[in-house]
Structures are given as structure tokens and as C-alpha cells.
């Protein structure tokens, strides 16, 4: 995230809120509109607010609210966050993303510091206020222009009240030149009829309203195009003029959204509700990556083998980072998810040009990634290991290479007799399981005429990591002898394994990172277009 000296300008603010359903897109819808405006010479900072309780999405299980993203700076948080930095191009940091948990623990801890003066403590003003300081710190602390902030759930969540009433009040207190209100709302279609109702999106808006909220704009979800009679009973309802009614309709990729954002002008309405010139737009690179994306004829098959594969968002990043080298290498990716528990795994293996094992955490499918990366080496298949990827490609190799019985990591097994990987000797005193964790950017260097150092072009590169367990380097020297290479290492600091493969194979790498938190639309990252390449040969 930019980094300047602290600005003392008033803050341009768009608050996008949600209604009708939750999922209904408004992180995509962040990241488009902070997209066009980046591209018109602004300087854009997103904020996701989350209204659960947890302190950070840190310890969710995927199946309970997807994948969690790392930023820079380690921060555990919402996938969102992972779609601001893909579509804007951005590092983005911890402040970024905050949770009803973290607003009341630091409420309450000033409370407990006597800040407050024996005040009661209410959640207005004394929440609102710390929302709103947190919005507008990160605001000035980046230089922003405009800063987009997404309210999570849906309005008449009990939960995101707080968070409704502070930006309520920063209109009050900014005033309609400078605070932006978009709902992101959805047609529904009746059953079996499939008859288009817009009555829920009028119910959506009442229930803002009786908030004190009338929004400047809503964004219109539909599965099919919206017919102009729609339109203006929408606008009629709602009290949103007909243009500011942007079409938002179901699209074959998220990268398109823009696309379709540019041609309702949806950015030059916002710069004018500003009242900011503008000048021309730098789109015309974004639209041509999304025509080739498009266009695309040849299809490769490549496998994800995970453990959390019933969940949409559980590897989001991952999927992208893949979508990503495949529309730089002109080709589009069949990625088939196969559960690494499932009974025919190896012979849905068989059909796969390529094979990407992901990270996750616990035993349970375990032994059907190591089936599955054994498959990928002894058959020559392009393999891309991803942090518990690469402690499982270990294993494997341990045991049937190394011939170590038994080889494992001790989070499976605490009593293996070969543990190849081993937590962190800082990490066997941690209890608390939230935020403890290796996390954020760390530096590997890369091995001379190493398939990562030709990959990355570069002898030092940095990626974000998050997890405990690491190659336990007792068993450094056996793993080399027996031809795997440890190409990338965290020197100086510390001996810790950043990067194997195998050189003889046609593409076997994994990391100890996680390199699809910094893969971008217009930035592909070099270990996935490696990967898809390979996949081609």
C-alpha cells in the first residue's frame, strides 16, 4: 500500500452496501469501480468492513466464509481483499480490513485504560466513532483521493447497524459533495415463470432508508439485460435517477465487469457527483486483456487437488492466479477440482496436463495428495506445489525416493520416525491460534540455473506466507542427495526452505509460499504462467 505524508485534505468517500442477499457481488463491484478510477489518475484505497465478531477471518474454516487472504504485512483477512489488490493492482495492508471484533476489543481496551474518563461507554457515539476513525486513517495515511469502503452482509443484518449508522454520519458530517452511497441489489425471477420482479430491490432500498441511507446509486444484478420499463420503475421506487441505475449483469468472467461499468459510465457519474474533472481514461489495456481472455479457443486441462473443494471461494486466489497465466498465454484452463479423498482420483489424474496441489491445514486428505503429486513425478506431469503442497511433495519424496518409511510432518503424525517436516521450534510454545502463524512477506533467495530463478528472473524475490510447519533441515542433506532440489532458501536469515524441484521433470516446483496472493490480472505471476506454459507443451 502507498505510503505519504499525511494528508490533511477532506476525505472523498463511496460507501457500497448490500441487499436482497448476501454474495451478491459488491466485493467484485469495489474492485471495478476503485479499477476505473485508478484509471482515470486517482489515487484509490478500498476498505472491507466485516460485521462478524472474530477479530480477523484468520481462524475460519474455508468452508465457513472461503479462502482467507494474507496482505504485505501479514494481516489475516477477507477474501475481498484479494479481489481489490487483482483488479487495482495494489499492495494492500491489514488496515484494510476490519471486523465488529476488532472495533469493540479496541473500544473496550481504551475503556479499560481509562481513556474515556468514566464515561459510559455506548456504541454511539464511541463505536461509531472508532469506525469512523479507522475509515478515515486509512484515507489520509495513503494519500487517497477517494476511498471505496464495502459494509459486509446485507442491510437489516443486526450485525452491520454500527457500521450503517457511522457512515450515516460521516454524510452528515461531510456532506453530499464528498460521501457516495451505492446498494448492489439483484432482480429476481419468479419460479417457474422466470417473470422478472423488482420488488425486492424497492424493499432493499426502504430498508436503507429507514436507516437514514438514500442511496446515489445502485448497481442491478440481473441474469439477463434490463429491459428500460425496469429501469425506470426501479428509479421510480427508489428515488435513483435512471442513469445512476447501473446494470450489472451475469458476465463469463469477473474481469469483465469493468468492461460493462465503462459502458454504462458509471466512473464519470461518480467524478461529476464530486464534482472532479476528468480526462481520459487509461482502458484501452484492460479491454484488450479482457477481448484476448474472451476470445480464447485452446483449452487445457489442469487438476486442483484440495480438501476444501465443495466451497466456491475456498482456493479464490488460486483459480484467479491460474485464469490470470492462462489469458497472458492466449489459452483458456479447464481447472477441474478433485477432492484428494475421492475414490478415482488417479484416474481423473490421467486426462490432466497439469496438476496444482494447494495449501490447507489438518490430516484429512493428506494421503490422496501424496497419490496425487507421486502421479505428477513418475509421470512427467507439470506439477505446482502451494505451501502444505510443498510439505507434501516432501513427504512423498522421503518415502519413495529417500525410501524413508514412515517419512510425515508431525502435524499428521507427532510420533513419525522420519519427521521431514517439523513445526518451527518458535511455534511449539503458541496457544493462541489466531495471527500466530508465519505470516505476510518473506525473502527467498533462488538457486543459479534453478527453474525458479529462470521463472522469477531474479536472485531475490518475496512472497507471502502463512503457515507453521517447514522442511525440517536435518533432512536437507538426503533429500538433495537423492536429486531434489532446495532451490529456494531464506538467507540470510534463516535455512528455511522457500522452493523445491526436480530438475529432470518437465515442470516440478513447489513453494512454501502462497504466490497466488500476488498474482495479477495485468501482472500474471511467473510460477502459474510457468505452470500453464508447461501444461501447453
Not at 479507522?134 to 477517494?146: E, L, M
Not at 490447507?360 to 505451501?387: Q, S, T, V
Not at 513427504?395 to 502435524?411: K, M, P, Q, Y
Request: glycine share 8%.
Amino acid at each position: 500500500m502507498k505510503r505519504s505524508k499525511k494528508s490533511k485534505k477532506q476525505p472523498n468517500l463511496i460507501f457500497i452496501t448490500g441487499g436482497t442477499v448476501s454474495g451478491i457481488g459488491k466485493g467484485i463491484s469495489v474492485a471495478s469501480l476503485a479499477a476505473l478510477l485508478k484509471m482515470r489518475g486517482l489515487e484509490v484505497v478500498p476498505i472491507k468492513i466485516d460485521p462478524y465478531l472474530n477479530r480477523d477471518a484468520g481462524t475460519m474454516n474455508p468452508y465457513q466464509h472461503g479462502e482467507v487472504f494474507v496482505t504485505e504485512d501479514g494481516a489475516e483477512t477477507d477474501l475481498d481483499l484479494g479481489h481489490y489488490e487483482r483488479f487495482i493492482n495494489i499492495n494492500l495492508d491489514g488496515r484494510s480490513n476490519f471486523t465488529t471484533g476488532s472495533v469493540y476489543e479496541h473500544v473496550i481496551g481504551l475503556e479499560r485504560h481509562g481513556d474515556y474518563l468514566g464515561k459510559t461507554i455506548q456504541i454511539i457515539p464511541h463505536v461509531t466513532d472508532e469506525i469512523k476513525r479507522r475509515i478515515v486513517s486509512v484515507f489520509h495515511s495513503n494519500g487517497a483521493d477517494v476511498a471505496v469502503v464495502e459494509i459486509g452482509g446485507t442491510v437489516g443484518d443486526i450485525e452491520a447497524e454500527p457500521f450503517l449508522e457511522a457512515a450515516r454520519q460521516m454524510f452528515r458530517e461531510h456532506g453530499p459533495n464528498r460521501v457516495i452511497f451505492i446498494h448492489v441489489v439483484k432482480v429476481d425471477y419468479v419460479f417457474p415463470s422466470d417473470e422478472e420482479k423488482t420488488k425486492p430491490i424497492q424493499q432493499s432500498v426502504a430498508l436503507l432508508r429507514q436507516r437514514g441511507i438514500q442511496p446515489d446509486f445502485l448497481i442491478v444484478r440481473s441474469k439477463r439485460p434490463i429491459d428500460l420499463e425496469n429501469i425506470e420503475k426501479i428509479s421510480l421506487f427508489t428515488n435513483v435517477p435512471p442513469k445512476h441505475v447501473i446494470p450489472a449483469v451475469d458476465v463469463s468472467t469477473i474481469y469483465e465487469v469493468p468492461v460493462n461499468f465503462r459502458r454504462s459510465g458509471f466512473d464519470e457519474l461518480i467524478l461529476k457527483k464530486f464534482g472532479r474533472r476528468f480526462g481520459k481514461s487509461n482502458f484501452a489495456v484492460w479491454r484488450r486483456a479482457v477481448s484476448k481472455m474472451t476470445r480464447a479457443k485452446k483449452v487445457v486441462p489442469i487438476a486442483l487437488v484440495g480438501k476444501y473443494i465443495e466451497h466456491d471461494d475456498a482456493y479464490l486466489s488460486v483459480e484467479e492466479a491460474v485464469a490470470h497465466a492462462a489469458a497472458a498465454s492466449g489459452v483458456k484452463v479447464d481447472l477441474l477440482r478433485i477432492d484428494s479423498e475421492s475414490p478415482v482420483l488417479l484416474k481423473k489424474l490421467r486426462e490432466m496436463k497439469g496438476i496444482i496441489v494447494p495449501g490447507g491445514f489438518g490430516k484429512r486428505g493428506i494421503d490422496g495428495k501424496i497419490r496425487a503429486i507421486r502421479f505428477a513425478r513418475e509421470n512427467n506431469i507439470p506439477f505446482l506445489g502451494l505451501c502444505l503442497g510443498l510439505q507434501v511433495a516432501v513427504i512423498e519424496f522421503a518415502r519413495n525416493v529417500c525410501h524413508l518409511g514412515g517419512a510425515n510432518s508431525t502435524e499428521f503424525n507427532r510420533r513419525t520416525p522420519h519427521p521431514v517436516i517439523d513445526i518451527m521450534p518458535e511455534q511449539k510454545k503458541v496457544k493462541d491460534k489466531g495471527g500466530t502463524m508465519r505470516l505476510g512477506t518473506y525473502k527467498a533467495t533462488l538457486a543459479k540455473n534453478s527453474l525458479a530463478r529462470r521463472l522469477y528472473g531474479t536472485p531475490l524475490i518475496f512472497e507471502r506466507h502463512r503457515h507453521r510447519y517447514e522442511v525440517n533441515p536435518k533432512y536437507h542433506s538426503i533429500l538433495r542427495r537423492r536429486g531434489l532440489v532446495l532451490s529456494g532458501l531464506n538467507l540470510p536469515d534463516r535455512r528455511l526452505v522457500e522452493f523445491i524441484e526436480l530438475p529432470e521433470a518437465k515442470f516440478f516446483i513447489a513453494t512454501q509460499a502462497h504466490p497466488e496472493f500476488k498474482s495479477r490480472f495485468l501482472k500474471p505471476h511467473p510460477l502459474f504462467l510457468g505452470l500453464v506454459r508447461a501444461s501447453l507443451m
